[in-house]
């Protein structure tokens, strides 16, 4: 080794890689770490809603979440949940986008048509479950699927307004910063959500 | 907006929102699975794009420098490198010159003859030169 390699290990050595710096940048993936683990399991639901697919879904909060971790890890840890939510909603209506292109591209093709949305059906989901149905889970579970097809047939900025308010508990201000428009647009979007979620889903929902 | 209004704003809030909560509770062990790997690639993805402190990037640094150094090098001596001219023959390349005719002449027996004779016209010229102060 050089004299001047020696000389730089050993300073190295003597001096560590700056400690006050790295316990920063330990702090911040730590709090990044806590932040994605806190949000990933309603990110994923948001977004199965708005795309139905579940591996859509899932691309679309993993891509959310790289993007994040790449470029805003540095940023403030208040500016994260807006920052994904932005991200997270782009990613979906991209994903929407691509959906729609590819469905007008197969009205072209010869041949049985096929919705490229509708899921190949795993047969074991045909098969009737023996176990004995809990009427409070069914109940539940009936009344989130009615939720989830009147979120869907909502328009996408009435929707994320309604789910980023609603379900993520975003301020109209962080609200905003998340759907890129002004905090009136938010108030509005998410007025007239509820009005026709109250009107669809009836008095006795 | 009224009071029944409001209140029913309210219960649908309300409603949803612990019906949601109730999904993301549901929500499968093999998906959870998968959240958690997308969730460790993104934090390595955020260690990999963070900009390093100078030192930590020194063996990089050094090795970058010693391929420009190299470059420089190499460029300098291709510009300064000597330009053979077409017209111009140095000294040296010169003498090989007269040796080559010399000796690929025909009659090269007179030439060396004449040759030898001018290195001695040389050598009584030194020599006249040496002893001409004390004359």
């Known amino acids: 080794m050089s004299g001047f390699g020696t000389l730089t290990a050993a300073w190295m050595v003597a001096d560590g890689p700056a400690p006050a710096t790295r316990g920063v940048v330990l702090e911040q993936t730590r709090a990044l770490d ?52 932005r991200i997270l909603e782009n990613g979906i209506r991209d994903l929407q986008r691509r959906r729609t292109v590819r469905k007008r591209f197969m009205t072209w093709l010869p041949g049985p048509k096929e919705d490229p949305d509708h899921e190949a ?14 009427p409070d889970v069914l109940m539940q579970h009936q009344a989130m699927q009615k939720l989830e097809a009147s979120l869907r047939e909502l328009p996408a900025r009435q929707r994320e307004a309604f789910m980023l308010r609603n ?23 998410y007025s007239r959500a509820v009005h026709t979620l109250r009107e669809q889903l009836g008095e006795v929902w | 907006m009224s009071e029944e209004t409001a209140a029913k704003q309210a219960l649908l809030e309300e409603r949803s929102r612990a019906l949601f909560q109730d999904s993301v509770e549901r929500i499968d062990m093999r998906t959870r699975s998968r959240l958690t790997q997308a969730r460790h690639a993104a934090l390595e993805a955020a260690e990999r794009a963070r900009p390093r402190a100078w030192f930590m990037r020194l063996p990089v640094l050094t090795s970058a420098a010693g391929v420009a150094a ?48 001018d290195l001695d016209f040389y050598a009584w010229a030194d020599k006249a030169a040496g002893e001409e102060p004390s004359a």
């Not at chain 1, 098969?127 to 004995?132: L, T």
């Not at chain 1, 379900?167 to 979007?189: I, N, P, Q, R, Y």
Request: a negative charge.
């Open chain 1, 167 to 189: 379900f993520e508990g975003l301020d109209v201000a962080e609200t905003a910063m998340a759907m890129g428009c002004s905090e009136g647009s938010v108030k509005t979007h």
């Open chain 1, 121 to 134: 059906q795993d047969p074991l989901d045909s098969v009737a479950d023996n176990a004995p149905a809990v």
């Open chain 2, 70 to 117: 190299a470059m420089v090098l190499g460029v300098s001596l291709w510009l300064h490198a000597p330009v053979a001219h077409h017209g111009a023959v140095s000294a040296d390349a010169a003498s090989f010159e007269d040796l080559d005719i010399v000796a690929a002449s025909d009659n090269s027996q007179d030439n060396v003859e004449m040759l030898q004779n």
């Open chain 1, 34 to 85: 806590k932040f994605l683990a806190e949000i990933e399991r309603r990110a994923f639901r948001m977004a199965q809603v708005a795309l139905r697919d579940p591996d859509d879904a899932m691309d679309a909060v993993q891509d959310a979440m790289l993007k994040l971790a790449r470029n805003y890890a540095t940023r403030p840890s208040a500016e994260w949940r807006p920052l994904f939510y």
